[in-house]
């Protein structure tokens, strides 16, 4: 029986208080939620514009935490936050649950039987959830609604205040600002978060929140695949110029003859084919940010011209005389290495250091510890919904060739592999959970240093195991072996001890007398003459 009482509340309330204070506050809340109601899986989400975001878990799987849950493509998680009240699901109920198939310790198809979810509003207005799973069905059926309608309250409470403390930790009211920017545009483009909790990925961040708020020019360097146009849409929407625009110019697809009419905009007949005055991507950008990709591929005369305007702050349109003055900040990206490219003459000196007032380097995946099952369940939710499946999961053998492998092609290498997995699964189970396991994974550069890298992994995995083991009977164990030995070889003779004693190399008496010690029951052989 699952019950809560007046004890447990207190104890709740208790840590509750003591969790707004800790670094790790929103996992301490999930903490303290199961230390008061047994479960399995605990999940805390934030809303944020009808999109339920995970902020902390115990008892899932990590790609969960890559995961965002629109309200209205769950059936569970609507009904949890339609109301006001905690919600209990029957153990029979036939709506879909988000997390089937990602209860650690259990199997990948295994369904989750017992469902809760408490909805955590404040002044009216829905802030989050938190859900509650056992594999054990109806275990929650016995809990008090009053009961876990104060542990709601206080959920609710210690949320808020614990949302607050991170955006006083800032600094700055631009956070909150830039949360809500980023969320937004997330719902409006793919790809519009960057996902990951790994240290570089922490500094990266840390690094996106000082440059962006100031005017500096800021150079994005990195391998392709990394996420260098990410990077720069975070500093535009950070900015202060994020009610402006955030023009994107791809310096590699220009042809060199219209580099300067793309970058500085021509009047009519200023050459051949100009039919009508056109405005450049300077002035479509005045106010706003200049995206720059690729900007080591930009021909030696033309960086002169573009180092002028950027200088100066002012530029002049193909076949017109007047000069025009705009006010543009410069972000700049480039999977080059510029500082080799200006020793070899390739790229200007004086442009260079222009446009790398702010320097930032975009890690590639290789070197993102532990974000690549973030990045997968990110990219797992986002194809469940373009191809229609009521669930969509990653097998433990597919997430670990996902961390063995070396990325090459980094990010959007990630993005692609997923994308086919997820239609091969679907092709296997169209309906129900479908899971990608590493057979899915198709298209990876799998060489003999991988797979000798996924088998010392996994034998260390099961040395760890030994290992952890507290007691092994030596006696029992080498007993145990032996009896499977000698039970395969009489199954390999059709039950002839005398040729399975020969196929274990031993007398025929002794083998007998073996037996006979380990239960196994000996039969007598009859010898024709």
């Not at 260098?228 to 929407?237: D, F, G, N, Y």
């Not at 092609?409 to 997995?421: D, F, K, Q």
């Not at 037996?515 to 052989?525: P, Q, Y």
Request: proline share 3%; with cysteine; glycine share 6%.
């Amino acid at each position: 029986m699952n019950q809560v009482s007046n004890n447990a509340l207190l104890s709740f309330a208790l840590d509750l208080a003591s969790a707004v204070t800790q670094p790790n506050r929103f996992e301490q809340l999930v903490y303290a939620v199961r230390a008061t109601i047994n479960c399995d899986a605990v999940v805390l989400l934030v809303n944020n514009n009808d999109v339920l975001r995970p902020i902390a878990q115990r008892g899932l799987s990590d790609d969960l935490m890559g995961r965002r849950f629109v309200i209205e493509e769950h059936p569970r998680l609507k009904e949890i936050c339609s109301g006001h009240y905690p919600v209990r699901f029957p153990a029979d109920s036939a709506l879909p649950d988000p997390y089937d198939g990602m209860v650690i310790g259990h199997d990948d198809h295994l369904r989750v039987h017992s469902c809760m979810g408490v909805p955590l509003h404040l002044e009216g207005k829905l802030i989050g959830v938190v859900t509650l799973d056992s594999i054990t069905p109806g275990i929650f059926d016995n809990i008090d609604t009053r009961a876990l309608e104060i542990i709601g309250a206080m959920s609710a409470m210690t949320l808020n205040t614990a949302i607050l403390m991170e955006q006083l930790e800032d600094k700055t009211q631009r956070a909150q600002h830039v949360l809500q920017a980023m969320n937004e545009q997330a719902q409006v483009k793919d790809g519009g978060e960057m996902i990951g909790q790994s240290e570089i990925m922490k500094a990266l961040d840390q690094a996106i929140k000082l440059v962006a708020p100031s005017d500096f020019a800021i150079l994005i360097e990195g391998e392709t695949g990394v996420g260098k146009e990410l990077v720069a849409r975070m500093l535009h929407q950070t900015s202060s110029r994020s009610a402006s625009p955030m023009v994107y110019v791809n310096c590699a697809a220009i042809p060199h003859h219209l580099i300067e009419s793309e970058l500085f905009g021509h009047v009519k007949g200023a050459f051949t084919g100009a039919d009508r005055d056109r405005q450049g991507k300077f002035l479509l950008a005045d106010g706003g940010t200049l995206f720059l990709d690729e900007i080591g591929e930009l021909p030696l005369e033309v960086q002169g011209t573009l180092l002028r305007a950027i200088q100066n702050q002012e530029i002049q349109a193909v076949g017109k005389d007047q000069v025009r003055k705009i006010d543009v900040r410069i972000i700049a990206a480039t999977n080059r290495h510029l500082e080799t490219e200006v020793t070899e003459r390739r790229f200007r000196a004086d442009l260079f250091h222009r446009i790398s007032v702010f320097p930032i380097q975009v890690p590639a995946l290789r070197h993102r510890q532990g974000d690549i099952p973030l990045l997968a369940g990110f990219f797992a939710e986002r194809f469940r919904r373009k191809l229609g499946l009521q669930q969509l999961t990653l097998s433990r053998s597919a997430i670990e060739l996902l961390e063995a492998y070396r990325w090459p092609g980094n990010v959007r290498e990630l993005e692609h592999v997923i994308s086919r997995a997820a239609l091969f699964a679907k092709a296997e189970t169209p309906t129900g959970i479908t899971v990608i396991s590493s057979d899915h994974l198709t298209g990876l550069q799998i060489d003999k240093e991988l797979k000798e890298r996924i088998q010392i992994e996994k034998s260390d995995t099961v040395k760890e195991l030994i290992e952890a083991e507290e007691v092994i009977d030596f006696r029992l164990e080498t007993e145990a072996y032996q009896r499977n030995l000698i039970r395969s070889a009489l199954d390999k003779t059709n039950g002839n001890w005398t040729k399975a004693a020969e196929h274990l190399s031993m007398d025929r008496a002794n083998l007998a007398r073996l037996a006979k010690r380990l239960g196994i029951r000996v039969i007598k052989e009859v010898v024709s003459t």
